[in-house]
């Protein structure tokens, strides 16, 4: 960016030139006050008024009018001619800010507002007096913002309202702010965020990109483009990469990004962000740029910051205001050792991946922290933090505490370092972590606001009576987790079974303890609604620890539910602002399709079916063939904090049943009534892994949800796949992540003739074409085992039209589905 940024980190002061009398707004319930904009005034000042009437109402009892004439005794909203009669002139202000300001016996609240429709030059919107408004309820009225909705709002009562002598400016220290992952598309959350002056003036847009700029389609047309391994272009699947020193794929690049601003010339950024994971090119150019990181891993930074360089150069000469902003992270995160020269284009986006969940409880990671900081600030001005460094990633229902010390370690630091953005995760489970997620809005406008502070102020104000038990009870997890992140090396940001153990069923008994303190206390009805969201919880993590057996009596504590109880309390907060976002509501494409299911003969290779684990999100196709009804289980689960949720659909489409997957508690489908054909079994299961047993049922698992194929975690029993009566080819890939993770597979037709070995010790994709023959119609067998070298973990196998991509694991419950 070229436009100057000028950031504010304090209040600033400024003289008022007269000694001057405190306004008294509301006395005794009443006011002669009003409110008063132009009335072409932005829409955004228009809410501002709106907002200001109704908490001043709600505090006081007084009603204030919004006007659009001037009066005597007013309040005075954004830039007008009322306003610069009074010497305030918005024009000065720094983008976003506002000023505050007493005068005679009127208050003005004046920011720096973008006109409707209107961009900032950094392609962001300004919201300045709408800002002021809400910092002048805080400071003057006393509202808080606790959570977002209807039992959200702190606001204390007081039939007198006085405003002091006063007359001060604010500005945000970062100009894009963001708390993404808290449940942002509900309506409640968006005004909760605009409350707490999220926003930004400076648009960003670094998400991964790849695969979107340069499709996988391309791969026929321009092989060179894509990563090679071991000698060969990878045929592009999941995440792919792309070869970053190939000119022809720059120039491919830069021209999507202009195309792209040429259709949306209102918009000032595009993400040169790669796909994220590994698999980067090792064709001797791209490998010649790669280099070691201070931990002794490949680091492909330089190859990454010479193509970041090279596409905006070319959109320079087009769009020279325009920015490419792309993430420094992962296997790009440590800077080059030599020539960080970055082109006046290019935004960086450092995203401390080594710092995910609460890693920095560790003294050496702080150390590698401030280090980058400090490398990555020294190296350019355009730079913006991407960061989840307070977040334990489940749905377990696990508190997630706030991380005081980390937040007070890392955001002087970023406001010191002059960083220009922030997009800190919080969590979106409110019930959770809802002090976190108040704190990370506050620290994104002033980073260097008082974080010990702010924790009691919200403890005491969200939870009333019962602050004090509710402040010690997320202050002995920070504790717990810090230890636990110090204890256990392998500790990143999802739950694990150790944290279960460690953290949360180690500490239940105080938890519950601490609860139960509050609980017996709270009168207010709002403080008692964000005290039950926390039980909503401690219901789920209850019923966690309860399926990995952490529990001593779980009958004993008040948060056991029968799991008949589990699974309609669960169903009945369905989306909840406590517990979980709606996902799942939509209705997949693909149960729509009416397929045509079969039951053919049993394989005659078929085998005795060994273990197998599916892993992430599946559907499942289910036709049950007994005389009772069919029953699909849920065994081996490792769930990984995730709770793995099923939706059960009839063959017409119809949603009959859902859940959460429990060992103990499989799921029944009967069609005595409704007589469905079949049953579409939809999982989303994260990275969950787990296998299924089913009875009295046909099966088979779609192998088309993801462009990579079926997923897979670890020895397979075999698959087995119904080619029909003349069909003349198929494609067939098995994929891993060589040379650590491997799998080899071999093929044999309905004849058990071997036809094909597959392998992906040295490749990621093995994809061959299968030419047929006569009488290789009928069920064929792929058995996945082990390479040569290497482990078999996460393996995919992917069959492409013409045949339908379905797998069936057991041979006696075998199912065709076209
Ligand atoms: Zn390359």
Not at 91 to 105: K, V
Not at 132 to 144: A, I, N, Q
Not at 609 to 635: C, M, N, W, Y
Not at 689 to 702: G, P
């Amino acid at each position: 960016m070229h436009t100057r940024i000028i950031t504010f980190l304090f209040v600033v002061a400024v003289t008022a030139n007269a000694q001057a009398a405190p306004v008294d707004l509301v006395t005794n319930g009443t006011s002669d006050y009003v409110i008063f904009h132009d009335s072409n005034a932005p829409k955004s000042v228009s809410e501002a008024a709106v907002e200001l009437q109704a908490y001043l109402l709600r505090s006081s009892g007084a009603k204030l009018d919004v006007v659009h004439q001037p009066a005597d005794k007013m309040i005075c909203l954004g830039d007008c001619e009322a306003a610069r009669a009074a010497d305030v002139e918005a024009q000065n202000l720094p983008w976003e800010g506002f000023r505050i300001l007493t005068n005679g016996t009127n208050v003005y609240i004046i920011g720096r507002d973008t006109a409707d429709g209107e961009k900032t030059p950094g392609g962001g919107t300004s919201r300045g007096t709408y800002n002021g408004v809400c910092r002048f309820l805080e400071e003057y009225v006393g509202v808080r913002w606790l959570i977002p909705g209807e039992h959200g709002d702190y606001i204390p009562k007081s039939s007198d309202v006085t405003i002091p002598d006063t007359d001060f400016q604010d500005a945000p220290a970062m100009l894009n702010r963001r708390v993404p992952y808290t449940q942002e598309r509900r309506s409640e959350v968006k005004q909760w965020w605009r409350r707490q002056r999220l926003g930004w003036s400076l648009y960003l847009n670094h998400s991964h990109n790849w695969q979107h700029t340069i499709p996988a389609s391309q791969f026929d047309k321009h092989p060179d483009w894509f990563a090679e391994r071991a000698g060969v272009r990878v045929p592009p699947t999941g995440r792919y990469k792309l070869c970053t020193t190939n000119a022809e794929l720059v120039k491919a690049y830069a021209d999507a990004a202009i195309a792209y601003f040429d259709r949306n010339p209102n918009t000032t950024c595009y993400s040169l962000s790669p796909s994220d994971s590994a698999g980067y090119c090792e064709c001797d150019q791209c490998s010649a740029l790669y280099e070691k990181d201070p931990n002794g891993r490949r680091s492909v930074t330089p190859a990454i910051l010479t193509f970041y360089n090279a596409v905006a150069k070319i959109v320079a000469k087009k769009y020279p205001d325009k920015v490419l902003a792309g993430y420094v992270y992962a296997a790009y995160l440590y800077p080059p050792k030599e020539n960080l020269k970055l082109e006046r284009n290019v935004f960086v986006v450092l995203t401390p991946s080594i710092d995910y969940g609460f890693t920095l409880a560790r003294p050496a990671i702080r150390k590698q922290w401030e280090s980058l900081l400090q490398d990555w600030t020294n190296a350019t001005e355009n730079i913006s933090y991407y960061d989840l460094p307070v977040n334990i990633t489940t749905e377990a229902g696990a508190l997630n505490p706030p991380g005081l010390e980390i937040l007070k370690f890392i955001y002087p630091k970023l406001a010191a370092a002059k960083i220009k953005g922030v997009y800190v995760y919080g969590v979106p489970a409110w019930g959770r972590a809802a002090p976190l997620n108040y704190l990370l809005a506050k620290l994104a406008w002033n980073p260097n606001a008082d974080v010990e502070a702010m924790f009691d102020e919200y403890c005491a104000k969200a939870y009333g009576a019962c602050g004090d038990d509710i402040n010690q009870m997320y202050r002995m997890l920070d504790k717990e987790v810090a230890r636990h992140y110090r204890e256990f090396p392998n500790a990143s940001y999802p739950l694990t079974t150790d944290m279960l153990r460690d953290i949360y069923a180690k500490n239940f008994p105080e938890i519950e303890q601490r609860y139960r303190a509050a609980h017996a206390k709270v009168k207010d009805a709002d403080a008692k609604f964000r005290l039950e969201m926390i039980a909503d919880n401690l219901k789920v993590l209850h019923w966690n620890l309860r399926q990995h057996n952490l529990l001593d009596e779980p009958k004993a504590s008040a948060f056991y539910l029968s799991d008949g109880d589990f699974f309609e309390f669960l169903s009945a907060n369905k989306g909840s602002l406590a517990l979980h976002p709606s996902d799942g509501t939509k209705v997949p494409a693909y149960v729509r399709t009416k397929r045509n299911v079969t039951v053919p003969a049993k394989p005659k290779q078929a085998e005795k079916v060994r273990s197998f684990r599916l892993r992430g999100d599946q559907h499942l196709i289910v036709k049950p063939t007994g005389t009772s009804a069919a029953e699909v289980r849920f065994r081996r689960i490792s769930a990984r904090g995730k709770l793995i949720t099923y939706r059960v659909f009839e063959s017409d489409g119809a949603e009959v049943s859902g859940g959460v997957a429990s060992e103990g508690s499989p799921l029944i489908l009967d069609n005595a009534d409704s007589g469905s054909e079949y049953y579409h079994v939809v999982i989303a299961g994260g990275t969950a892994s787990f296998t299924i047993d089913v009875k009295e049922a046909a099966w088979a698992a779609d192998g088309n949800l993801s462009d990579q194929g079926l997923h897979l975690l670890g020895q397979s029993s075999p698959l087995y796949f119904y080619v029909p009566e003349g069909t003349p080819a198929f494609h067939l890939s098995l994929e891993a992540s060589p040379p650590g993770e491997t799998a080899a597979a071999t093929l044999t037709d309905p004849r058990g003739q071997r036809v094909a070995e597959f392998d992906c010790a040295q490749l990621s994709v093995d994809r061959q074409n299968i030419k047929l023959t006569s009488g290789q119609s009928g069920w064929w067998k792929l058995d996945v085992h082990k390479a040569k070298t290497g482990a078999i973990d996460d393996v995919w196998i992917k069959l492409e039209s013409p045949l339908s991509g379905y797998f069936s694991l057991d041979p006696d419950r075998a199912a065709t589905v076209q």
